[in-house]
């Protein structure tokens, strides 16, 4: 599985960005897709995933309300729209790809596959 993330970039706070991930390779092998941030400083940290089959999401609690998750299975698309950025958002995010089980989607070793990353920067 290959995974290219896009859609990064520098924003204003209180505005938007939308991350795009394209994935390639076995489905099998990607049950769960989501998104992880990691911040200067801090460590990585679970931002949102979503089932490739059924479509079911889940979100870090700092972010429901503002981001939304999505993917586009005919087009092996991943999306995480974000609205109302704040600095706190600013990071790195990378798009992961993994078979693990549901109950562990919010740790960093259950997913398999890691994109490159791509920057968020949002000023305040």
């Known amino acids: 599985v290959q995974l290219q993330a896009s859609g990064g970039g520098l924003v204003q706070a209180g505005g938007s960005l939308r991350l795009s991930c394209a994935a390639s390779g076995r489905t099998v092998s990607r049950s769960s897709m989501g998104w992880f941030r990691q911040a200067p400083g801090k460590e990585r940290e679970f931002v949102a995933v979503i089932r490739w089959d059924n479509g079911a999401i889940d979100y870090v609690d700092s972010v429901k309300g503002r981001f939304t998750i999505s993917r586009d299975k005919a087009k092996n698309m991943m999306y995480l729209q974000m609205n109302s950025l704040n600095a706190e958002d600013t990071a790195v995010y990378y798009c992961?790809?993994?078979?693990?089980?549901?109950?562990?989607?919010?740790?960093?070793?259950?997913?398999?596959?890691w994109g490159q990353g791509t920057l968020v920067t949002v000023s305040s």
């Open positions: 992961v790809a993994g078979r693990g089980i549901w109950g562990t989607r919010k740790i960093v070793g259950s997913y398999d596959y």
